[in-house]
T-cell receptor, first 114, second 112 residues
């Protein structure tokens, strides 16, 4: 079934380092979205990248999309302790019944150590 | 501005008791509304979505139901809770999914 799969499952880095998380998916998409979730909280939308886009930036975040490889990456530069959270990718696509769906990956748990 | 309210934040309910979780949206009209459940350390599972008043689509068979009595109100219910209904429930809204989803702060449900 269609699913975004993030890797790594967990990532631990030092403050100031860059963090890279990857997401792979299986079928054609309309867009791919990245979200952050702090422990026990709701998800916060970070970036949406459309299928015809290859790269987007938002502050210290950089998202790339390679539709030929069906993969995306989220780069957080100059990480801070406050970036500690789980990061999820979600793929927006039309299923076989032409219904629009959003499928979520299982997330990458990022720990940024002071 | 657009906001979403979800309550309560935590809930402990005995097995067999009823459930009602409410979600309301402000600052937008005719949003798509969603109920998700997240098991510990897992991704999100879509339970229900609604594209309009009274229109509910169920993604998975389960012990839960949803209703949308008003444009910006989405309710998740159960007549008799099961232990397996425990989890973190999230309400969200979007406009055609074009700009991403906005999530509520979630309800941690523990069925005992």
């Amino acid at each position: 079934s269609q699913q975004g799969e993030e890797d790594p499952q967990a990532l631990s880095i030092q403050e100031g380092e860059n963090a890279t998380m990857n997401c792979s998916y299986k079928t054609s998409i309309n867009n791919l979205q990245w979200y952050r979730q702090n422990s026990g909280r709701g998800l916060v939308h970070l970036i949406l990248i459309r299928s015809n886009e290859r790269e987007k930036h938002s502050g210290r975040l950089r998202v790339t999309l390679d539709t030929s490889k069906k993969s995306s990456s989220l780069l957080i530069t100059a990480s801070r302790a406050a970036d500690t959270a789980s990061y999820f990718c979600a793929t927006d696509f039309y299923n076989a019944g032409n219904n629009r769906k959003l499928i979520w990956g299982l997330g990458t748990s990022l720990a940024v150590n002071p | 501005s657009q906001t979403i309210h979800q309550w309560p934040a935590t809930l402990v309910q005995p097995v067999g008791s009823p459930l009602s979780l409410e979600c309301t949206v402000e600052g937008t009209s005719n949003p798509n509304l969603y109920w998700y459940r997240q098991a510990a350390g897992r991704g999100l599972q879509l339970l229900f979505y609604s594209v309009g008043i009274g229109q509910i689509s169920s993604e998975v068979p389960q012990n839960l139901s949803a209703s949308r009595p008003q444009d910006r109100q989405f309710i998740l219910s159960s007549k008799k809770l099961l232990l397996s209904d425990s989890g973190f429930y999230l309400c969200a809204w979007s406009v055609l999914g074009e700009w991403g989803y906005t999530f509520g702060s979630g309800t941690r449900l523990t069925v005992v």
